[in-house]
């Protein structure tokens, strides 16, 4: 079992490098580029389920309003709730130990919950490569713009300046180290191999948001995050 999982995790890793180089280049068609960036989105979500993060926020609020007793009961949830889902996470390692990734995803192909996930991405999928197929020029058109007008964010904080491209949102983030470490994020290793130490950060209703570099903009331009920074565009 052991070699299977080894040679699974090998291909992966590769595939992920092939991909991420492939986004890159210039010999894919804008359209194929946006819908394998959409089948990517579709499993790339928060670690946190949709209860913390309202929690985090309601806890949030009530501190806010000054409201102790009420701050207090919402804490004891979300303390039941992240050892719920700590419980179920050690559940789903102990579980991806003993079975491959192939195995596991088989014996899910009944569940109504990941037949809505695969069809429905499925059919995102027929409708945008339909649509690029039917319309091929618009995608170019699209492209030439997009590149003609690509934005570069400028962020600054105590005469200090740094600028952060919006580059393609599967190039890796450690390209603007500079500019995540100047807001306050910490690599781990160093050159292309360097990875963020979290893949998320809070705003300032406590909410978790993922960390890329459109969420980032984002906070910064309407200030519900990184305090003390300024963003300008290019």
Do not use: C, W
């Amino acid at each position: 079992m052991s070699d299977s999982r080894t040679e699974e995790s090998v291909v992966t890793l590769q595939s992920k490098a092939e991909y991420e180089n492939a986004i890159n280049l210039s010999q894919h068609v804008p359209a194929a580029k946006n819908i394998s960036e959409m089948v990517l989105d579709a499993f790339h979500s928060s670690k946190e389920s949709e209860q913390i993060r309202q929690l985090r926020v309601a806890i949030r609020q009530a501190h806010d309003a000054f409201d102790d007793d009420q701050a207090y009961e919402l804490m004891g949830q979300l303390k039941q709730l992240k050892d719920a889902e700590a419980a179920d996470n050690a559940a789903l390692e102990d579980l991806s130990s003993k079975f491959s990734i192939n195995r596991i995803l088989s014996s899910f192909k009944d569940d109504p919950e990941f037949q809505e996930l695969v069809y429905g991405l499925a059919l995102k999928v027929l409708n945008q490569t339909h649509q690029a197929i039917s319309n091929p020029s618009a995608g170019k058109g699209k492209a030439a713009r997009a590149k003609k007008e690509a934005e570069v964010f400028v962020i600054s904080k105590d005469g200090i300046s740094v600028t952060l491209p919006l580059r393609t949102p599967r190039s890796k983030l450690n390209v603007d180290r500079e500019a995540l470490e100047f807001l306050g994020f910490s690599f781990v290793g160093e050159g292309d191999e360097a990875e963020l130490e979290s893949e998320s950060f809070v705003d300032n209703s406590g909410a978790e948001q993922p960390l890329t570099r459109k969420s980032i903009v984002t906070a910064l331009q309407q200030q519900t995050a990184f305090d003390g920074y300024s963003i300008a565009q290019q």
